[in-house]
């Protein structure tokens, strides 16, 4: 079945280093969606980013991501990490039937 | 943005008990999911319904396990003979429609089984 790989359970950056959250996945599905969702403490989980069509970079909030249908992956990527974007990380797969399944989730910890 | 509310945020129970766990979804929506997830663990599908119906469910959903949103209302998910291991934060989902799926969730309800 579809599953999502997450490998980093947490990182941890400086502030004002570059962010990069891994995210794989396997599916049968060619029409697969890949999205990342962040969870704040105290707060619901809620959509960061979708995929768009194979190797278009999608952007929202200073995060950006690229799909690679060729090796499998959605990795989410930010120039310059802020103390505000500690949280937990969820990369999820979806088609257009299915409901989406999570990765692991990576925690990402900002320090000053 | 639109809000999904769950009610109550925790819930403590014995082992053996009945559990209805509440969750008001956006408005409009007309898909709604449930996930599990164990402390410390990922994130876990559980149930999909839509039109009255369970659309699709997981290995996880077992037969102590039902749903419904009666005259749309809330949508609940029953847990009856509750088991320790249904010990874990449920998050309720809505979207408003397929292709891609795009969740809209509630903060979760921490469901402890003594």
């Known amino acids: 079945g579809d599953s999502v790989t997450q490998k980093e359970g947490l990182v941890t950056l400086t502030e004002g280093l570059p962010v990069m959250l891994n995210c794989t996945y396997q599916t049968i599905y060619s029409n697969a969606f890949l999205f990342w969702y962040v969870h704040y403490l105290n707060e619901s989980p809620r959509l960061l980013l979708k995929s768009s069509t194979d190797n278009k970079r999608t952007e929202h909030q200073g995060f950006h991501a690229t799909l690679h249908k060729s090796s499998s992956s959605f990795h989410l990527q930010k120039s310059s990490a802020q103390l505000s974007d500690s949280a937990l990380y969820y990369c999820?797969?979806?088609?257009?039937?299915?409901?989406?399944?999570f990765g692991a989730g990576t925690k990402l910890s900002v320090k000053p | 943005g639109p809000k999904v509310l769950q009610i109550p945020s925790h819930q403590i129970i014995d082992m053996g008990q009945m559990v209805t766990l509440n969750c008001d979804p956006v408005?409009?929506?007309?898909?709604f999911y449930w996930y599990k997830q164990i402390l410390g663990q990922q994130m876990e599908f559980l149930v999909n319904f839509y039109n009255g119906k369970v659309m699709e469910k997981s290995k996880l959903f077992k037969d102590q396990f039902s749903v419904e949103r009666p005259d749309g209302s809330y949508f609940t998910l029953k847990i009856q003979p509750t088991a320790l291991e249904d010990s874990a934060v449920y998050f309720c989902?809505?979207?408003?429609?397929?292709?891609?799926?795009?969740?809209?969730f509630g903060a979760g309800t921490r469901l402890s089984v003594l």
């Open positions: 408005s409009n929506h007309l898909y």
């Open positions: 989902a809505s979207s408003p429609d397929r292709g891609p799926i795009t969740l809209y």
């Open positions: 999820a797969l979806s088609d257009n039937n299915n409901a989406p399944r």
